[in-house]
């Protein structure tokens, strides 16, 4: 716990609390090319500007979209640009992205509307000093070998041999990266173990043959410790060159360690090594515990080591020897076939269930994906395009280079047609118990050497047991978007409805996987007459609100409340009418909506929902539905009638939320919310309030606006008993 509070106070990220549209002015530190010609800036802001932020980020991750010439490292970039805060949780327990980006030191993300501007005068980066200007140099370094692999090889093989020697993965396409997903095959591309362990192993092999030709230094020395001494170097440049990435720093540690007990005579592969290694990663960043690229790689590792420990204590019989000719090369290829096998095999099996806590899915045909691709990889990828960074600075690395190429679009061809054969296999949202329970038990299960470790193996079974024969988790009736603006409603057939006929693919990709969704139900539109009078929209010389007061997620600045349109009462009341006679007209489980102004809908059990995209709206959607969300901030924090009323503002502290309906006519529900309790440093800038310019205290906050935070009656229900009480 000490560790994780001096990393949290060593990150200090400042994280933006709203978004906001405003002039961005900064330093690009990191760049990554997409596969469309547009551009990931990491930019170091010096200054914003049109309105002036209050608690501007350090840093921030920007989208450039165009053909306009890309901004070097160390260059002045200035534009108009749409930041909002990292994304929360797209439903509780699910994965916090402001997480990640807080120990990231990335305090916003979003993209620039039109082309950025470079500012001139002398690069950022040729007046650093000491640290800053290692880095510089180390980037800009790791930037020409991505730009000269993509240059030479072209295309997504380009792309894919990009992210396997720098960790930049951006210019794949989606295609691309959704079939390795598919295919189980995605690992390869991060440079994780996996990668390190080949590059310092071909390394290691290498030398030390190159050195055996030597024979009167092969005599004096010791050769061996010379090729580890070189492989750990060759590690550390790997490593440089990766952008220290999280994954790649880990990786490198495990690795070192092992080359380090080479040299001094001790088992390079062995789990104290392990342990050691995970020891001083906790040590160095305790947040990597809790994602699952850690959790995965030393999983498989840890499996790994003590599969093949139990594999050479087996019970050896004479075998059988073959006499015939090509035997020997035979059993050889027969080895090398079984020995892939039971590392794909075991691998596979270690991380599962990471992969189900996580991603709730996994791929069905991994095995047969690896044993197809790792061969490629091993014998022939990473072989060429070690040899071609070393060539590289004499400029005699295309050969090796379209060799590497030639390989990684087989690799491709074997992941498009592996993920074709079926569609991964869904898991719904795993209980809180479950990742700590089986995590016990392969640790049981690969630690001990005694029998005691069948323990792991007793509780892995139990987990499983549990998972199958446990009742089914009622589903929740309604799904709110920590910003408002989607809305989903989980029906029957795995299908789910939803206020948007296009919703957007980041939180619903995550809403299908994690609650098993597959078919989703798009709106019905009322017709154009009934939608009530158009908004007027702000001409682009319009001035811009001050930051905090748009709503996180929007595509762009809320007009001001005098830019808006003015409606009257009467307009007001008509607009109330239409929505009464959409919820008598729709059928539980679908949206009415009139574009961009309003959705109804049924829920179940004559609860009825109402979205509102129009401030002014809000009061008569009150009068007509148990539940309205809106999207944007409103003058009040209830409705007169009695209805559930959730905005903006309550959404910001709250973040998504569950709603699971009981007895209308007792206004019975049960809420689930992504942030309880106190807040986090990656979360505490949901409660800053821009116009006092201040935190508001958790007592405050409980006054400020409706108690969503607590279920209504009965006090702290069980989900599954409201829920089952509703019928």
């Not at 720098?166 to 994780?192: K, V």
């Not at 295309?398 to 390989?407: D, K, R, S, T």
Request: with cysteine; glycine share 10%.
């Amino acid at each position: 716990m000490l560790l994780a509070d001096l990393e949290t106070r060593r990150a200090a990220t400042t994280i933006l609390d709203s978004g906001v549209t405003t002039v961005v002015t900064g330093v690009v530190e990191r760049r990554e090319a997409g596969p469309r010609g547009e551009w990931r800036y990491l930019v170091r802001v010096t200054s914003t500007a049109e309105p002036r932020l209050k608690r501007p980020p350090e840093r921030v991750s920007l989208l450039a979209r165009g053909s306009q010439k890309a901004a070097g490292l160390g260059e002045m970039l200035t534009g108009r640009a749409r930041l909002s805060p990292p994304s929360g949780p797209a439903l509780p327990g699910l994965n916090d992205f402001a997480f990640s980006s807080y120990f990231s030191n990335i305090g916003a993300v979003g993209f620039f509307l039109g082309a950025p501007r470079l500012q001139g005068g002398e690069k950022a980066g040729d007046s650093e000093t000491g640290w800053a200007a290692g880095e510089h140099v180390l980037f800009s370094l790791r930037d020409g070998i991505s730009t000269r692999i993509r240059d030479v090889i072209g295309g997504d093989p380009g792309a894919f041999a990009a992210s396997i020697v720098t960790g930049e993965r951006r210019a794949m396409s989606r295609e691309a990266t959704e079939a390795l997903r598919l295919s189980g095959l995605a690992h390869i591309t991060a440079i994780s173990g996996l990668n390190m362990a080949l590059a310092s192993g071909i390394f290691f092999v290498g030398l030390r043959m190159a050195l055996s030709l030597l024979p009167g230094l092969a005599q004096a020395i010791a050769i061996k410790k010379i090729a580890a001494g070189g492989a750990l170097v060759a590690a550390f440049a790997y490593l440089l060159i990766s952008g220290y990435q999280v994954s790649a720093v880990r990786a490198f540690l495990m690795t070192a360690i092992m080359l380090i007990a080479v040299l001094f005579d001790r088992p390079a592969i062995s789990l104290r090594n392990l342990s050691l290694a995970a020891i001083v990663i906790i040590a160095l960043t305790p947040s990597a515990v809790m994602g699952p690229s850690f959790q995965m790689s030393f999983a498989a590792t840890a499996a790994l080591i003590a599969g093949y420990a139990a594999w050479r204590r087996r019970p050896r019989g004479s075998g059988l020897r073959l006499s015939f000719p090509g035997a020997r090369l035979l059993g050889e290829g027969g080895k090398l076939i079984g020995g892939t096998f039971l590392t794909s095999f075991i691998g596979g099996l270690s991380t599962a269930i990471f992969a189900v806590a996580h991603f709730h899915r996994m791929a069905p045909h991994g095995l047969e994906a690896n044993l197809a691709a790792m061969p490629i990889i091993s014998m022939m990828v990473m072989p060429a395009g070690l040899i071609a960074m070393l060539l590289m600075p004499f400029g005699l690395d295309p050969p090796f280079l379209a060799i590497m190429g030639l390989g990684l679009e087989w690799v491709l061809v074997i992941a498009h047609a592996v993920a074709g054969w079926d569609e991964p296999i869904g898991f719904a949202r795993m209980p809180l118990w479950f990742l700590p329970t089986a995590s016990l038990g392969l640790l049981l299960l690969t630690l001990l050497r005694t029998r005691l470790r069948h323990a792991g193996s007793a509780l892995l079974a139990v987990v499983v047991a549990v998972l199958v024969l446990r009742p089914v988790t009622p589903a929740p009736d309604i799904l709110i978007s920590e910003d408002g603006r989607l809305v989903g409603l989980p029906g029957p057939q795995e299908s789910v409805a939803t206020n948007r006929a296009r919703p957007p693919r980041f939180i619903f990709d995550q809403w299908q996987a994690a609650l098993r969704l597959k078919t989703h139900v798009a709106p019905q539109e009322v017709q154009a007459a009934a939608t009530g009078p158009p908004r007027k929209t702000p001409p682009p010389s319009t001035a811009l609100v001050p930051a905090g007061a748009a709503l996180p997620g929007q595509p762009r600045q809320a007009p001001s409340i005098a830019q808006r349109r003015q409606w009257s009462e009467q307009e007001i009341q008509a607009t109330g009418a239409l929505m009464r006679e959409a919820v008598k007209a729709s059928g539980q489980g679908r949206f009415q909506c009139a574009s961009k102004l309003w959705c109804v809908a049924q829920v179940r059990d004559g609860w009825t929902i109402a979205t509102v995209d129009e401030p002014a709206l809000v009061g008569g959607a009150c009068d007509v539905a148990d539940i309205v969300i809106s999207a944007r901030r409103v003058g009040f924090s209830s409705c007169r009638s009695g209805a559930r009323l959730f905005t903006a503002e309550t959404l910001r502290r709250s973040g998504a939320v569950e709603i699971h309906l009981g007895r209308r006519d007792a206004g019975e529900m049960a809420l689930a919310t992504s942030f309880e309790g106190p807040a986090r440093a990656w979360s505490i800038h949901r409660r800053y309030d821009w116009r006092s310019g201040s935190f508001l205290s958790e007592t405050a906050e409980e006054t400020a606006g409706p108690a969503i935070f607590e279920p209504t009656a009965p006090e702290r229900a069980d989900i599954e008993a409201i829920s089952g009480s509703g019928g």
